[in-house]
């Protein structure tokens, strides 16, 4: 299933909570000292930093799950639970910066 698109302002679809968004970049790695994630844009041979959140929504894509799938597991398991409605809005932040960063697509629909 690589077969994606680059979400972003460039035509191409915007990120929704239906949508099941890839990653295009394959390297990561956690910290263990802080927990911070940091993923390696090859492009412009850097490394990125996440904060904790963007750390957190990153480990959970996978190509299966939607935005929805990815905010319901993040509302469970955040401590002192902000809401579904901040969760999402930080998270799908989080993926239409990364997007247009050229780290994640979006799964082309099969139907």
Known sequence: MNDSKKAGSDGARAIAE???????WPVDH?????GETVVFDESQ???VL???????????????RSVHDIVT???EEIEGNPGREEVTRV????????SKRGALGLASSSS
């Open 18 to 24: 239906n949508s099941i968004v890839v990653r295009l």
């Open 30 to 34: 956690e910290l263990p000292d802080s």
């Open 45 to 47: 041979s850097e490394l």
């Open 50 to 64: 996440l904060n904790p959140m963007g750390g957190a929504v990153w480990s959970l894509i996978d190509g299966r």
């Open 73 to 75: 597991i993040l509302v």
């Open 91 to 98: 998270a799908v932040e989080f993926l239409e910066s990364m």
